[in-house]
């Protein structure tokens, strides 16, 4: 999934901001700061995202109505970024080299674990 840019809708409170997705129905957080509020929103964007089947299309900003003190700003979410940071469980591979290669890689003491994740991180650009 690409990164998308969804606009978010931001009510100054007394203390900090409240925050909603219009696109995501009850998708709603809060922070002190608005560099608090697009993180936590972007972390609730993402526990939305986890359970849908179909993920909604952002709205276009000029279709997004404002009232009062409120603001709008569009905040991407990155799918990667988010599983990187909150799905850090491991999964076990099974894989085939030749014995020689393997020979070889552990006489050098190298973590296969290790040169994999690297080389498929950079395989998929994601580095």
């Known amino acids: 999934m690409k990164k998308l840019y969804y606009p978010v809708l931001f009510h100054p409170e007394e203390s900090g901001y409240s925050v909603r997705v219009p696109d995501l129905d009850g998708c709603l957080s809060q922070g002190e700061t608005v560099e608090e509020a697009v993180e936590m929103i972007q972390d609730a964007i ?24 409120d603001f709008l700003m ?10 990187r940071k909150h799905d850090t469980k491991s999964v076990k591979k099974t894989l085939t080299i030749p014995a020689w290669l393997n020979d070889a890689a552990e006489s050098a003491h190298i973590n296969f674990s290790s040169v994999l994740q690297t080389g498929l991180k950079k395989q998929l650009n994601l580095e």
Do not use: I
Not at 59 to 69: D, L, Q
Not at 74 to 83: A, G, Q, R, S
């Open 74 to 83: 569009l905040v991407p979410y990155d799918e990667v970024e988010y599983k």
């Open 46 to 69: 993402g526990l939305y995202l986890e359970d849908v089947e179909t993920v909604p299309v952002p709205s276009r900003p000029e279709s997004v109505r404002t009232a009062g003190n």
